[in-house]
């Protein structure tokens, strides 16, 4: 069996482990563990530090899992079980009357993982090791989270409103995360109390894996579930969003070394890394936090950490089985269009991987973990999804680069099929992944040709996915760079030294040109006209300068200063500008600020009301009154209306008064 891209077939690599070592079931070690598991939560709820259970449930998980040769390998091995492992009792959690509440959930995970590691016989072990390549995947996590956060830093919290309001989407994306903490779980199970959050039918069809999560974290973070201001959340969940997009970029770089294998050292950890990094690092991918792209982020995230772990299976049946299946559920319960392209590298294991993770009884423990993943998608299709008709809609789109997909994907392919990979089970199942996933987003995308006439909105989302394959797929190439025989450790320790010096040399020389290729960084040198180098203008440095903070902060700002507390309990309509979407904007914030997101299903009218800021022609005024006079006459309580000119505002109040609708208007100047 191989489970490196470089060993031959037969060999074993840096990920697999001799055998668990085997301790006895002594009923008292699983009594002592399992009052530990509950014990813990209460004293770290008592001193307030509920969030360390999160590295305590990571850390505990990575010792009992015996795939992964070094610490950072174990802890994404371990990050995807804790992941599909809070989403799957998430089910769990929805129906218990404590929700997210930290001490039963916190004892509950940790109760299973000791009773996982007693059935198995495995005392809790780390691998102490770590690789220097460690050092250049945690560097690009720390240098994307500094840009992202470096326009937040400093700045009050309602300021920061500005860089959470860039898309409508986010403020979908927020009621799902605010509805499942109010309703205690996921909000397919709650769908009647969740639709005050929500539009409708997210409450039914949309996925909510990332919300969940995101939600759980929160209560962590805050030590209880009991929801809070809406100002403080928004705050919390943008830094989430921004957090799951750092590590996107982490383990897509983590994941092309973890494809690479043991063999993957020296410099040409540096040159394959370092390409991927800067392929990272200057791509359009920043777009997805602007356009509210928020669970499509967290979906990418988890698929960059399940595939690898998937075609370079170096660990044994049973973590196999563990991680294919919480894999599984990660994947589709927070993005299910993602989940075939896990399919595919789980089928691609077992194909390459048969005689030794197959078995009756690893098919049908995979059948019902298959079960499990599509249960929240059942759900949404017996609801109201039409898969057909979504699948084709349009709407605002990151375009997914054709260059880098194709490019990177064939190269990838070209990098696994030489002999020097093509022998090896690794590199047949990256062979696997690679075609299989090319088949499925160029399948969608000739459907979509075929039944619309144009790629739309989901193909984008499709070929995003594709793009993380090909990039954990550039791995491959390091088998494929030859180089001379290392200085054995025998040498005299002056060769050694040499040798050691000249690799670091060689890697940084590869890491500069790297980033000097494919990221735009020119080290300071201006460009013929005297400009910026390239790296000033892309999207990740044009954020951290305040570029995606929205117009929209000022009237955010207002509501929460000033309005919201002139408003009352009822619903909110801010007709704060005389454009349309600039109120549509206004008037959902101020729905999510009282939590009364679902009345947005009826108030998406106010799109076209285009009047507040000042008079306007007769025609727009009445154009615009009858579909404020619609979206009023179908809220189900008197809203209040916030109307920043103060004769428009005595208008609207007339003319509602007039067609005897009931309604607050005040005026409420942005000066």
């Given at each position: ?278 392929l990272v690092l200057a791509s359009n991918d920043v777009d997805l936090i602007v356009h509210g792209f928020d669970s499509m982020i967290i979906g990418l995230m988890f698929l960059a950490a399940v595939l690898p772990l998937l075609v370079r299976a170096a660990a044994g049946r049973g973590d196999f089985l563990v991680i294919a299946v919480t894999g599984l559920v990660m994947v589709t319960y927070t993005y299910n269009l993602y989940g075939a392209f896990v399919g595919v590298a789980v089928l691609g294991a077992l194909l390459v991987h048969r005689r030794r993770l197959g078995g009756w009884w690893s098919y049908g423990l995979l059948a019902l973990g298959f079960g499990l993943a599509g249960l929240p998608s059942a759900v949404s299709v017996l609801s109201k999804l039409d898969v057909a008709s979504t699948a084709n809609l349009a709407g605002p789109m990151v375009g997914a680069d054709r260059v880098l997909l194709i490019g990177a994907g064939l190269l990838a392919l070209l990098a696994a099929v030489v ?253």
């Amino acid at each position: 069996m191989a489970n490196t891209l470089s060993a031959p077939c037969g060999a074993v690599g840096d990920g697999a482990a001799a055998g668990p070592r085997s301790v006895r079931r002594d009923p008292r070690r699983l009594a002592l563990a399992l009052a530990a598991a509950w014990l813990l939560p209460v004293l770290l709820h008592l001193v307030r530090s509920d969030v360390l259970l999160l590295p305590v449930l990571l850390l505990f998980i990575a010792s009992l899992l015996r795939t992964g040769g070094v610490l950072l390998d174990r802890l994404v091995a371990a990050g995807v079980v804790l992941t599909g492992a809070v989403l799957s009792l998430g089910l769990l959690f929805s129906l218990w009357p404590w929700g997210l509440a930290p001490v039963p959930t916190g004892g509950v995970l940790l109760s299973a993982a000791a009773l996982a590691g007693w059935t198995a016989r495995r005392e809790p072990r780390l691998p102490l090791r770590a690789r220097w390549a460690d050092l250049l995947v945690l560097g690009v996590g720390g240098l994307v989270w500094h840009y992202l956060s470096h326009p937040l830093a400093g700045k009050a919290s309602v300021a920061r409103l500005g860089y959470f309001a860039t898309a409508e989407d986010r403020f979908g994306h927020f009621s799902y995360f605010d509805g499942i903490r109010h309703v205690g779980g996921y909000a397919f199970l709650h769908q009647e109390a969740a639709r005050t959050y929500m539009m409708t039918p997210a409450e039914g069809v949309y996925p909510q894996g990332s919300h969940f999560l995101l939600a759980w974290i929160d209560a962590l973070v805050r030590g209880t579930a009991d929801p809070d201001g809406a100002v403080g959340a928004m705050n919390r969940y943008l830094f989430y969003v921004l957090a799951g997009y750092t590590l996107l970029c982490t383990l897509l770089v983590w994941g092309a070394r973890h494809i690479g294998g043991p063999r993957l050292r020296g410099w040409r950890t540096a040159a394959v890394c370092g390409s991927v990094a800067a392929l990272v690092l200057a791509s359009n991918d920043v777009d997805l936090i602007v356009h509210g792209f928020d669970s499509m982020i967290i979906g990418l995230m988890f698929l960059a950490a399940v595939l690898p772990l998937l075609v370079r299976a170096a660990a044994g049946r049973g973590d196999f089985l563990v991680i294919a299946v919480t894999g599984l559920v990660m994947v589709t319960y927070t993005y299910n269009l993602y989940g075939a392209f896990v399919g595919v590298a789980v089928l691609g294991a077992l194909l390459v991987h048969r005689r030794r993770l197959g078995g009756w009884w690893s098919y049908g423990l995979l059948a019902l973990g298959f079960g499990l993943a599509g249960l929240p998608s059942a759900v949404s299709v017996l609801s109201k999804l039409d898969v057909a008709s979504t699948a084709n809609l349009a709407g605002p789109m990151v375009g997914a680069d054709r260059v880098l997909l194709i490019g990177a994907g064939l190269l990838a392919l070209l990098a696994a099929v030489v002999p020097a990979n093509r022998r090896t089970a690794a590199g047949r199942s990256l062979q696997v992944v690679l075609l299989g996933s090319g088949l499925a987003v160029g399948g969608f995308g000739w459907w979509q040709l075929h039944t619309i006439g144009y790629y739309s909105y989901y193909f984008e989302k499709t070929a995003a996915a594709g793009i993380v394959v090909a990039l954990i797929g550039l791995g491959a190439l390091g088998s494929v760079i030859r180089t001379g025989a290392p200085v054995p450790r025998s040498s005299p320790r002056p060769a050694r030294l040499r040798a050691l010096g000249a690799d670091a040399a060689l890697s940084g020389l590869a890491l500069a040109a790297a980033l000097s290729l494919f990221a735009g960084v020119q080290w300071g040198v201006l460009t013929a006209w005297n400009k910026p180098a390239a790296w000033y203008s892309n999207p990740l440095v044009a954020w951290s300068k305040g570029g995606a903070r929205t117009d929209i902060a000022p009237m955010a700002e207002t509501l929460v200063d000033r309005d919201l507390a002139r408003a009352g309990d009822g619903p909110v309509i801010a007709l704060y500008s005389d454009d349309g979407y600039q109120n549509l904007r206004s008037t959902f914030v101020a729905e999510l600020l009282e939590h009364r997101g679902g009345e947005m299903v009826v108030l998406y009218g106010i799109l076209d009301v285009k009047l507040g800021a000042a008079p306007v022609p007769e025609a727009q005024y009445q154009e615009s009154m009858d579909k404020l006079r619609t979206a009023v006459s179908r809220l189900g309580a008197a809203p209040t209306l916030l109307v920043a000119d103060e004769n428009v505002a005595d208008r609207v109040r007339a003319d509602l008064s007039a067609h005897h609708l009931p309604a607050t208007v005040l005026h409420a100047s942005l000066g």
